[in-house]
């Protein structure tokens, strides 16, 4: 019998633990406080800033939102940075990726302050990220390893197979399911678009995730007897819905079901997940920035 790994009610609890987090700063006199920064009219740029901003209203963190008009000099947004690093009632500042082709994205990431940079990709995170020393997660991948320990699914000494290796899912994640740790100890192989037969290496896993932005590529062909199936991707493709069109993970749902132990849906697997860690990484920056001991869940 295959279970559904339910993000949204995962999620849930992690909102709830860090509410209590949340209640320990204000004691202290400190409200955490989240800067979005939108420099794009991409609707699903706007929709996924909005959403964050929803989630701090609802555990209370201090949402501040900037938006930039696209056509600006990018020294606009180098600036907006730089104020937001010397803003005490900011703790955590994040760009919405991608930014505009003007933009240097990497000179973006650089120029916010480490301890601010809730998203973890500024280059001295990503470091200690790999040197086994982490500040700030990034928030996909810890929402997928939070996942994993909430249905008590084994990473030490398991096949973690990850298909996708871009900077924001698939190398993160397979750095931190690599650490000498717990929620780490497995076996990684990090899978991208040369990789050579695909299909033998997926099902060799016992925790497969799909994070390749291929709407529903991965099916019970490539999943092996009793995996864990995580499906990063959002994929929009057309339907016949008001909106014209509808999301769909990089994972054949049905299909692999049939084959799977554990698998996440899409929507309601990752993506809340996302939201919860961003909202914890606040959390977390507001506690170091304010010393403030706060327990984290
Ligand atoms: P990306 O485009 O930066 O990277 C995709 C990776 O997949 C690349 O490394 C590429 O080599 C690999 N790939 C592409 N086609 C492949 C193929 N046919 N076979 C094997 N590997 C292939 O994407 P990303 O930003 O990492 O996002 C991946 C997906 O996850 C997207 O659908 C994105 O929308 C989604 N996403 C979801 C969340 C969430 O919260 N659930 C967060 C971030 C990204």
Do not use: W
């Not at 938006?67 to 907006?80: F, G, Q, R, S, V």
């Not at 973690?160 to 000498?180: D, E, F, T």
């Amino acid at each position: 019998m295959t279970e559904d790994i339910d993000g949204n009610a995962v999620a849930a609890d992690i909102r709830e633990s860090l509410a209590e987090g949340i209640e320990t700063l204000e004691a202290e006199g400190v409200t955490p406080g989240l800067a979005t920064v939108l420099m794009s009219d991409d609707p699903a740029s706007e929709t996924y800033v909005s959403m964050k901003q929803r989630d701090c209203e609802e555990v209370g963190i201090n949402g501040i939102h900037v938006e930039i008009d696209p056509d600006a000099p990018a020294e606009e947004l180098y600036d907006t940075i730089d104020d937001l690093n010397a803003d005490p009632e900011v703790h955590g500042i994040l760009v919405q990726m991608p930014v505009p082709d003007h933009v240097d994205d990497r000179q973006v990431l650089r120029s916010i302050d480490p301890i601010k940079d809730v998203d973890g990709f500024h280059p001295e995170n990503v470091g200690r990220l790999v040197a086994g020393n982490d500040r700030y997660r990034p928030c996909t991948p810890h929402g997928v390893q939070k996942l994993l320990e909430a249905y008590d699914i084994e990473t030490e000494g398991a096949d973690a197979v990850i298909v996708g290796r871009s900077n924001i899912v698939g190398k993160p994640l397979a750095n931190l399911l690599l650490q000498k740790a717990p929620d780490g100890n497995a076996t990684v192989t990090v899978c991208h678009s040369r990789t050579d037969d695909l299909e033998a290496k997926c099902r060799n896993a016992d925790i497969l995730v799909a994070a390749a932005g291929m709407p529903e590529f991965i099916d019970a062909e490539m999943v092996g007897e009793g995996a864990t199936v995580i499906d990063v991707g959002i994929n929009r493709v057309d339907a016949d819905t008001e909106k014209g069109y509808e999301l769909v993970g990089d994972v054949d749902y049905d299909s692999a079901k049939q084959q799977a132990d554990y698998i996440t849906p899409v929507p309601g697997g990752v993506g809340p997940m996302t939201r919860a860690m961003l909202l914890y990484n606040t959390v977390k920056a507001a506690g170091l920035q304010e010393d403030v001991d706060v327990e984290l869940p």
